[in-house]
């Protein structure tokens, strides 16, 4: 698709945007400091930190089906403001939580608020990107997730320090608030009523491309999950190095490359991507020294850089707009088995080996999911390759 002449960068999507850095800010708050909440205040076992942080990923990927065909059939403004909303209510309830399985029970409601803001806020920037740029679209709002999540915990970090949970809350809400104020600023940009027909609880398009994705987080999630301890065991002075030389390699790439995903075939490019991301993975099962496990990292960051985008805009290019919600949901629920299910298989591989097995699984996920994405781009050729 040739590229637009329209404008990308709009007030709408800067607002869109910035709403996104907010919440994913609040998002990253709140993974830093409820740990120390419950091993701190609710004087809970290490092992309880597991329960009530993968409390929120349940609602999450339970209701992801529904939103998209809320988003689809409502409009996306509503939800994504309410699901702003119900974040910053439910941040605001912690300072109430006096017991672990009321925390569970917030941690469930942050879920479900994700969902909605999650699902209407894909939607809104696919509807918001020009003919031909929602590669580019997806890449430059994407830094918003990145820098969220980066941001978050230093400044729940120093909110903590400064006035303790409480004012880590406060934080956390404000952040909320201000991410409901720039979403009260995007525009709707869905066409459907109310009354009309409601779309697929499952986008069946979205499902081929999503088991892509799914590998390829998977990997990701195994080299977050382990990489630190990989690097502590050869010796590196400071292992948090490798995830930020990732991490930046990420942003400079997203930022450089944006729109590579809307020039080069978008499921070609999805596979390509995994493709590297295994070998990246491979290279870090067998890194002896630190130069070999950075070098790794910069790989396995040029793969997930262009991966999400790419297969996205494959998945948007299927589907008719009114149907965009329903393809985000569906998508971010193979996103989610992915954070999940990577760790888990990893460990079952590092049980029955060493630490390098858990890469060497990462790499197998992603190889498998290259082949999977090369075939579905030889079976779809059209408009989504």
């Given at each position: 698709m040739p590229r637009s002449?329209?404008?990308l960068f709009t007030p709408a999507f800067f607002a869109l945007t910035l709403a996104d850095l907010a919440y994913f800010t609040a998002a990253g708050l709140m993974i830093f400091v409820t740990p120390?909440?419950?091993?701190?205040?609710?004087?809970?076992?290490?092992?309880?930190?597991?329960?009530?942080?993968?409390?929120?990923?349940?609602?999450?990927?339970?209701?992801?089906?529904?939103?998209?065909?809320?988003?689809?059939?409502?409009?996306?403004?509503?939800?994504?403001?309410?699901?702003?909303?119900?974040f910053a209510m439910v941040v605001?309830?912690?300072?109430?939580?006096?017991?672990?399985?009321?925390?569970?029970?917030?941690?469930?409601?942050?879920?479900?608020?994700?969902?909605?803001?999650?699902?209407?806020?894909?939607?809104?920037?696919?509807?918001?990107?020009?003919?031909?740029?929602?590669?580019?679209?997806?890449?430059?709002?994407?830094?918003?997730?990145?820098?969220?999540v980066a941001l978050g915990p230093l400044l729940g970090e120093t909110l903590l320090r400064v006035g303790g949970f409480g004012l880590a809350w406060a934080g956390g809400t404000a952040l909320a608030g201000i991410a409901v104020a720039l979403a009260l600023r995007v525009p709707e940009t869905g066409d459907r009523s109310?009354?009309?027909?409601?779309?697929?609880w499952i986008q069946r398009?979205?499902?081929?491309?999503?088991?892509?994705?799914?590998?390829?987080?998977a990997g990701m999630s195994v080299f977050f999950a382990y990489v630190s301890l990989h690097a502590d065991a050869l010796g590196l002075r400071s292992a948090s190095t490798v995830l930020l030389v990732f991490g930046v390699v990420v942003v400079v790439c997203r930022v450089a490359f944006a729109r590579l995903p809307d020039r080069l075939p978008a499921l070609p490019l999805s596979a390509g991507s995994l493709a590297l991301s295994a070998v990246a993975l491979t290279w870090v099962a067998l890194s002896r020294d630190g130069i070999g496990l950075v070098s790794a990292a910069v790989l396995l960051a040029m793969g997930v850089a262009f991966l999400t985008p790419a297969t996205f805009v494959a998945i948007f290019a299927s589907v008719p707009p009114s149907e965009r919600g329903a393809a985000a949901a569906t998508a971010s629920i193979f996103i989610d088995l992915g954070l999940g299910g990577g760790p888990l298989?990893?460990?079952?591989?590092?049980?029955?080996?060493e630490l390098s097995?858990?890469?060497?699984?990462?790499a197998g996920m992603a190889g498998v999911g290259a082949v999977a994405m090369a075939g579905l781009a030889?079976?779809?050729?059209?408009?989504?390759?």
């Open positions: 002449a329209s404008p120390f909440f419950v091993t701190g205040p609710l004087a809970s076992a290490d092992a309880t930190v597991g329960l009530v942080m993968g409390s929120f990923s349940v609602s999450t990927l339970v209701l992801r089906p529904y939103v998209g065909r809320l988003v689809d059939r409502h409009g996306r403004r509503r939800l994504l403001v309410g699901g702003a909303a119900a605001a309830g912690h300072a109430l939580a006096t017991t672990i399985p009321v925390l569970v029970g917030l941690r469930l409601l942050l879920g479900a608020a994700e969902a909605f803001f999650f699902v209407a806020g894909f939607a809104a920037l696919a509807d918001l990107a020009p003919p031909g740029r929602a590669g580019e679209a997806l890449s430059f709002n994407s830094l918003s997730l990145y820098l969220g109310s009354d009309a027909e409601p779309s697929a398009r979205a499902v081929g491309p999503g088991l892509g994705l799914f590998a390829g987080v298989m990893a460990g079952l591989a590092v049980a029955q080996g097995a858990a890469f060497a699984a990462g030889v079976r779809r050729r059209g408009p989504a390759v």
